[in-house]
């Protein structure tokens, strides 16, 4: 029972930062997408964009305090 309890947790979660990464500009998601997905990391990012290191860095502190904005008022 409590395993199930933590899965339901976990999908509810899940769906709420789905949710949530909707609300994201579509840059904000794309950095998301090369962080996390692509593994790059910020220099790469910001070499690949043609910006500085400084730009993707503030870029990726924005998007983390939108999300948990976000999460915070469901």
């Known amino acids: 029972e409590m395993q199930r309890s933590l899965v339901g947790s976990e999908m509810c979660i ?24 692509k593994n790059m990391s910020q220099s790469e990012i910001a070499r690949e964009e043609g910006v500085n290191r400084t730009s993707v860095k503030n870029r990726i502190d924005g998007i983390y305090s939108r999300l948990k904005k976000l999460l915070e008022k469901k």
């Open 14 to 37: 899940r769906d709420r930062l789905k949710e949530a990464m909707l609300e994201l500009t579509p840059i904000q998601r794309r950095t998301i997408y090369k962080l996390f997905v």
